[in-house]
């Protein structure tokens, strides 16, 4: 296992003693950062067909997930213990019906200018856009299943560009740009 080190070299989230600390990143220069994190909830073509067509018992499925994604991005700092709230990200979350898989696509971006990344806002957001999906119709089916939930792509930051090696393979979302 790898941990993240500072400039230092030493490991940035222990202190002294090897207990878990936050990282201070007031010295850190604010600049762009963006990351884009994708999941998918794989169900019976027709819980599918009924999500779609509005027809689910609680009512409007991917509006209510859409909404719970970008509450939850906002939110990471209260719910990871290490992350560090970030005032300003801004938070967006789109879900598209999959009939191959059968199944839902969540795509969650997170960017904010700030001292610190957005992947985690990201993937908070893809990961409860998804639980609201089961939560909303487990009375059509509980046996849906969440995965694939991980980082796309992130920029910014001293770290600059990093895309997933496999990131644009059968997908049509936008890729990392540049340049920021």
């Known amino acids: 296992m790898s941990a993240a080190r500072d400039d230092g070299g030493d490991l940035t989230h222990l202190g002294e003693s090897g207990e878990a600390r ?15 994190a994708r999941g998918r909830i794989r ?7 009924r999500i779609v067509a509005g027809d689910a018992p609680k009512g409007d499925v991917l509006g209510t997930a859409r909404l ?13 213990p290490l992350c560090h709230v970030i005032p300003g990200a801004s938070i967006s979350v789109s879900l598209e019906a ?3 898989l059968p199944g839902i696509v ?6 904010v200018t700030g001292r610190t990344g957005v992947e985690m806002e990201a993937l908070v957001a ?14 059509l089916e509980r046996g849906m299943v969440l995965e694939d939930v991980r980082l796309v792509s992130k920029e910014g930051g001293r770290s600059g560009v990093w895309a997933a090696d496999d990131a644009s393979e059968g ?8 340049g920021r």
Not at 43 to 49: G, I, Q, R, S, V
Request: glycine fraction near 10%; aromatic fraction near 4%.
């Open 22 to 36: 936050m990282v201070d990143v007031g010295g850190k220069a604010e600049t762009f950062r963006r990351a884009l």
């Open 43 to 49: 169900m019976a073509p027709d819980t599918l067909e």
């Open 68 to 80: 719970a994604g970008i509450q939850a991005g906002k939110r990471t700092g209260e719910l990871i």
């Open 98 to 100: 999959d009939p191959e």
């Open 106 to 111: 969540v795509l969650a971006e997170a960017s």
């Open 126 to 139: 893809a990961a409860v856009a998804l639980l609201t999906v089961y939560d909303m119709a487990k009375a």
């Open 171 to 178: 997908s049509s979302e936008p890729g990392p740009t540049g």
